[in-house]
Nanobody, 127 residues
Framework: QVQLVESGGGLVQAGGSLRLSCAAS????????MGWFRQAPGKERDFVAI????????HYADSVKGRFTISRDNARNMGYLQMNSLKPEDTAVYYC????????????????????WGQGTQVTVSS
């Protein structure tokens, strides 16, 4: 079983930066692909970024490409999302998630394929 806890959200002005962290419990986290998703008010939860279990391959939504960076530290059971050049449209609750597919190098952008979720952290970007 894996439990995920996000932190690092907050209020920031447009153009600013935030770094989200995802702390994982459970020995198996390091073997699972993980991702970040977000849900804005009144909208569905959307894919933001994903990273494979080794941490050497990533994919991003077009809306965040070049501004956000996903990373992980398997030795510390941690995942990260560095967010730069933030825009008001980035305002959302951000969730980290892990997919129970040990050592898989296949990608999934669908939230339905992710088995473990954190409680979310609010990011608000003011204009």
């Amino acid at each position: 079983q894996v439990q995920l806890v996000e932190s690092g959200g907050g209020l920031v002005q447009a153009g600013g930066s935030l770094r989200l962290s995802c702390a994982a419990s459970g020995r198996t986290f390091s073997s699972y692909p993980m991702g970040w998703f977000r849900q804005a008010p009144g909208k569905e939860r959307d894919f933001v970024a994903i990273i494979n279990w080794r941490g050497d391959s990533t994919h991003y939504a077009d809306s965040v490409k070049g501004r956000f960076t996903i990373s992980r530290d398997n030795a510390r059971n941690m995942g990260y999302l560095q967010m730069n050049s933030l825009k008001p449209e980035d305002t959302a609750v951000y969730y980290c998630a892990a997919r129970r597919s040990p050592y898989s190098l296949e990608y999934s952008f669908s939230e339905r394929d992710y088995n473990y979720w954190g409680q979310g952290t609010q990011v608000t970007v003011s204009s």
